[in-house]
């Protein structure tokens, strides 16, 4: 069996991406509107949405970056993962019910549409739809990337695509995404979010099982390995420092809530009382899925320490060499193929509210409507955007970091300084006002701008994203206390204090 | 008292912001966020944990005890006014307390380990690290049972279901009248 290692890699890889086809294909005949395309006629099941909500939580970031993180700064990175519980219930008790109270009212298709009937105003809406549009950007080129560059590594260890170029993959990659994307649009989406939810799991339990038995003493054996190097690598705090773990805490927990492609899914459930057994079963998925970031993070620093494993070339090939060292050919398959699922569920989140942000939000700030036939320009719009994306991904790649680097600034801390107060506290307080919520959205912008443009390095690791996202808060609440209280629209009114 | 929540939240948020602006003016630590391992590039390592906590670790153990108030009065405020009830609040109390137990087990523990270079393990790592990896996990879950459990009595009752409905259908009213 060893001998078809990576046969048995490229054809689970393979098997997943004609799934992604097929339901792309299934899903097409199931759209027949803008509301279809965009929230799934909010009529999702409580499984299919939980599924959705934590596979679109958990990126390729999560399969690739995080246990790099914990190769290189220890228990630091776990901040990032243990805040799930947190995060998810702070979503739930400030966002889900609202969202999708009004989402029906309003019959609202994105998040900018949310916040333009809670304030009132186009220029929320503008603003959040252009914060959208700057992150979806960042975000997508570095899953497309990280995509190719997995599909590459994976294809040229067979004979056959041994000399296959990143171009191709980008392309072959991207292809798939677009594919069932255009066709399928959000219910392509989140049905293939479910099987990928599903692959998570199954990777994340078995990772744990292969990762406690590299050492004969388990789990206790590493920690204890990486103990004696340096024992605040192993301590709660890891090497990054207490600031920067806690400065985790905040903007990973707190700042779940604030994720567009997250809370939109919380508009898209059938019967608002499923909210009760969403939450729970997204935060189960999402720890099963997580364990494969801790225990591989732990295990290949412990097995590089103690010289079981050569050092790596960078800290992000922890898990493709654990997957090739300790897995079996086939556990490595299913690894793999919940990689590329963890990258395309984000992936498509983003596309479809980057695409919704573009034909229906921005035109209807602008001009007070959006553009006609939404279902048409909507397919148009996210093969244009992911074709843009996966270009800005190549440039970056080959030419200059520079800006897909900038852009992925405005990645998760961003969305969560900036949309957090305006969506999680707006929905929830009255007196928000819409001076409140541009001044929040505004300061948050532009503090991650500059301190990421600057490369300003704050004392202790305290991060920009923790700054934007604390000043943004108090402005947002400081401002709509200075402001006049805004006169909402009944039916708002009426939402709000239900 | 909790009509005024968002009071509370803005000075956990100011209160906070001051905790991050006296930690950035304390007296620095060389390498306070980690420096490169000698033998392993790619690697950062933490070396002196008690000199990296000697000016900021009080004032790092109240931002993060602030944070965790902050939460429980952000989920006392996604509830309607009218449902926070005095068993809703007693519940919201008894999850911070929880919470705050398990932040001061994990600070004291790491502080204990500092001093005397021991530390036991559970369940796979050393205790300190274990308060973090399923304390925290398991610290927000009374959150979480108090939303799913308590979702028909707090977050959205069949009153509340009922107005929804009658809201939905004056807007479907008001739309054909328009």
Redesign the interface.
Same mark, same amino acid.
């Given at each position: 069996m060893e001998a078809y290692r990576q046969e048995i890699i490229v054809g689970s890889v393979v098997l997943y991406m004609l799934f992604c086809i097929a339901t792309g294909l299934w899903a097409m005949r199931r759209t027949h509107d803008s509301s279809d395309f965009f929230v799934a006629g909010r009529g999702l099941g409580p499984i299919v949405v939980a599924l959705a909500l934590f596979s679109s939580t958990l990126s390729g970031f999560g399969f690739v970056g995080g246990p790099g993180l914990v190769?290189?700064?220890?228990?630091?990175s776990?901040?990032m993962v243990?805040?799930?519980?947190?995060g998810?219930?702070?979503g739930?008790?400030?966002v889900a019910?609202r969202i999708r109270?009004i989402a029906? %009212?309003r019959d609202c298709l994105s998040l900018p549409d949310i916040v333009a009937a809670r304030y009132g105003s186009d220029t929320v809406r503008f603003l959040i739809a252009l914060t959208i549009v700057l992150g979806v950007m960042g975000y997508l080129a570095t899953q497309i990337l990280a995509m190719a560059v997995v599909m590459q590594a994976i294809l040229s260890g067979t004979e056959t695509f041994a000399d296959i170029g990143l171009v191709t993959c980008v392309v072959i990659s991207s292809a798939v995404l677009i594919f069932y994307c255009v066709t399928g649009g959000i219910i392509a989406s989140v049905y293939t979010d479910v099987v990928q939810g599903f692959i998570m799991m199954i990777a994340g339990s078995l990772i744990l099982m292969t990762a406690?038995s590299v050492f004969d003493g !388990?789990?206790?054996e590493?920690?204890?390995i990486i $103990?004696a190097?340096?024992?605040? @690598?192993?301590? &709660?705090? !890891?090497?990054?420092?207490?600031?920067?773990s806690?400065g985790w805490?905040?903007v990973f !927990? %707190?700042g779940l809530a604030g994720q567009p492609h997250l809370i939109t899914k919380m508009m898209m459930n059938k019967k608002?009382?499923d909210?009760?057994?969403i $939450?729970?079963m997204s935060?189960f998925g999402y720890?099963m899925a997580a364990l494969l970031w801790?225990s591989i993070g732990v295990v290949m620093?412990a097995a590089?320490?103690d010289g079981v494993v050569e050092? %790596? @070339?960078?800290?992000d090939d922890a898990a493709s060499t654990f997957l090739s060292i300790f897995a079996n050919p086939f556990l490595a398959g299913i690894v793999f193929a919940g990689l590329f699922a963890a990258i395309m569920s984000t992936s498509d989140a983003f596309l479809n509210i980057g695409t919704a942000a573009i034909i229906h939000d921005i035109p209807k700030a602008l001009s007070g409507k959006s553009v006609e036939n939404e279902l048409f320009w909507a397919r148009v719009v996210t093969a244009l955007l992911a074709a843009v994306a996966a270009g800005f991904a190549l440039y970056s790649h080959y030419a200059d970091a520079t800006l897909v680097a900038l852009l992925g600034a405005f990645g998760w801390g961003t969305f969560a300084a900036s949309i957090f107060p305006v969506v999680?506290?707006g929905l929830?307080?009255q007196?928000a006002t819409v001076a409140g919520a541009v001044t929040a959205t505004i300061s948050a912008l532009l503090i991650n701008f500059v301190v990421q443009l600057a490369g300003i390095v704050? &004392?202790? !690791?305290?991060s920009g994203p %923790?700054?934007a996202f604390?000043?943004s808060?108090?402005l947002f609440?400081?401002v709509s206390?200075l402001t006049k209280k805004p006169e909402l629209a009944p039916?708002i009114q009426?939402?709000l204090?239900? | 008292m909790t009509k005024n929540v968002i009071y509370w939240i803005l000075a956990a948020c100011v209160s906070m912001g001051l905790l991050l602006l006296a930690i950035g003016m304390a007296d620095s630590v060389p390498n306070a966020s980690g420096q490169p391992h000698t033998k392993h590039p790619g690697m950062l390592i933490g070396m002196d944990g008690a000199a990296r906590l000697a000016h900021i670790g009080l004032l790092a153990f109240l931002f993060n005890s602030l944070l965790l108030t902050l939460i429980v009065c952000l989920c006392i405020l996604g509830v309607s006014e009218r449902y926070r009830s005095s068993k809703f609040l007693a519940g919201m109390g008894a999850s911070l307390l929880f919470m705050l137990a398990i932040w001061w087990m994990m600070f004291s523990t790491h502080q204990n380990f500092l001093q005397t270079g021991d530390t036991s393990y559970f369940m796979g790592f050393p205790v300190p690290t274990a308060w973090q990896v399923y304390g925290t996990w398991l610290g927000a879950i009374p959150l979480v049972m108090m939303y799913s459990c308590g979702f028909r009595k707090f977050i959205y009752t069949r009153d509340d279901e009922e107005e929804f409905k009658t809201l939905l259908e004056q807007a479907v009213l008001d739309s054909q009248k328009d």
């Amino acid at each position: 069996m060893e001998a078809y290692r990576q046969e048995i890699i490229v054809g689970s890889v393979v098997l997943y991406m004609l799934f992604c086809i097929a339901t792309g294909l299934w899903a097409m005949r199931r759209t027949h509107d803008s509301s279809d395309f965009f929230v799934a006629g909010r009529g999702l099941g409580p499984i299919v949405v939980a599924l959705a909500l934590f596979s679109s939580t958990l990126s390729g970031f999560g399969f690739v970056g995080g246990p790099g993180l914990v190769y290189s700064i220890g228990v630091s990175s776990f901040w990032m993962v243990v805040i799930s519980s947190t995060g998810y219930a702070i979503g739930f008790f400030l966002v889900a019910k609202r969202i999708r109270m009004i989402a029906e %009212l309003r019959d609202c298709l994105s998040l900018p549409d949310i916040v333009a009937a809670r304030y009132g105003s186009d220029t929320v809406r503008f603003l959040i739809a252009l914060t959208i549009v700057l992150g979806v950007m960042g975000y997508l080129a570095t899953q497309i990337l990280a995509m190719a560059v997995v599909m590459q590594a994976i294809l040229s260890g067979t004979e056959t695509f041994a000399d296959i170029g990143l171009v191709t993959c980008v392309v072959i990659s991207s292809a798939v995404l677009i594919f069932y994307c255009v066709t399928g649009g959000i219910i392509a989406s989140v049905y293939t979010d479910v099987v990928q939810g599903f692959i998570m799991m199954i990777a994340g339990s078995l990772i744990l099982m292969t990762a406690v038995s590299v050492f004969d003493g !388990g789990m206790q054996e590493a920690s204890a390995i990486i $103990l004696a190097d340096d024992s605040e @690598a192993i301590m &709660p705090f !890891g090497s990054a420092g207490v600031m920067a773990s806690l400065g985790w805490f905040f903007v990973f !927990g %707190l700042g779940l809530a604030g994720q567009p492609h997250l809370i939109t899914k919380m508009m898209m459930n059938k019967k608002m009382s499923d909210n009760r057994s969403i $939450l729970p079963m997204s935060l189960f998925g999402y720890v099963m899925a997580a364990l494969l970031w801790i225990s591989i993070g732990v295990v290949m620093r412990a097995a590089v320490i103690d010289g079981v494993v050569e050092p %790596l @070339a960078l800290p992000d090939d922890a898990a493709s060499t654990f997957l090739s060292i300790f897995a079996n050919p086939f556990l490595a398959g299913i690894v793999f193929a919940g990689l590329f699922a963890a990258i395309m569920s984000t992936s498509d989140a983003f596309l479809n509210i980057g695409t919704a942000a573009i034909i229906h939000d921005i035109p209807k700030a602008l001009s007070g409507k959006s553009v006609e036939n939404e279902l048409f320009w909507a397919r148009v719009v996210t093969a244009l955007l992911a074709a843009v994306a996966a270009g800005f991904a190549l440039y970056s790649h080959y030419a200059d970091a520079t800006l897909v680097a900038l852009l992925g600034a405005f990645g998760w801390g961003t969305f969560a300084a900036s949309i957090f107060p305006v969506v999680a506290v707006g929905l929830n307080w009255q007196g928000a006002t819409v001076a409140g919520a541009v001044t929040a959205t505004i300061s948050a912008l532009l503090i991650n701008f500059v301190v990421q443009l600057a490369g300003i390095v704050l &004392p202790y !690791g305290i991060s920009g994203p %923790l700054v934007a996202f604390v000043t943004s808060m108090i402005l947002f609440i400081g401002v709509s206390l200075l402001t006049k209280k805004p006169e909402l629209a009944p039916d708002i009114q009426r939402v709000l204090r239900i | 008292m909790t009509k005024n929540v968002i009071y509370w939240i803005l000075a956990a948020c100011v209160s906070m912001g001051l905790l991050l602006l006296a930690i950035g003016m304390a007296d620095s630590v060389p390498n306070a966020s980690g420096q490169p391992h000698t033998k392993h590039p790619g690697m950062l390592i933490g070396m002196d944990g008690a000199a990296r906590l000697a000016h900021i670790g009080l004032l790092a153990f109240l931002f993060n005890s602030l944070l965790l108030t902050l939460i429980v009065c952000l989920c006392i405020l996604g509830v309607s006014e009218r449902y926070r009830s005095s068993k809703f609040l007693a519940g919201m109390g008894a999850s911070l307390l929880f919470m705050l137990a398990i932040w001061w087990m994990m600070f004291s523990t790491h502080q204990n380990f500092l001093q005397t270079g021991d530390t036991s393990y559970f369940m796979g790592f050393p205790v300190p690290t274990a308060w973090q990896v399923y304390g925290t996990w398991l610290g927000a879950i009374p959150l979480v049972m108090m939303y799913s459990c308590g979702f028909r009595k707090f977050i959205y009752t069949r009153d509340d279901e009922e107005e929804f409905k009658t809201l939905l259908e004056q807007a479907v009213l008001d739309s054909q009248k328009d």
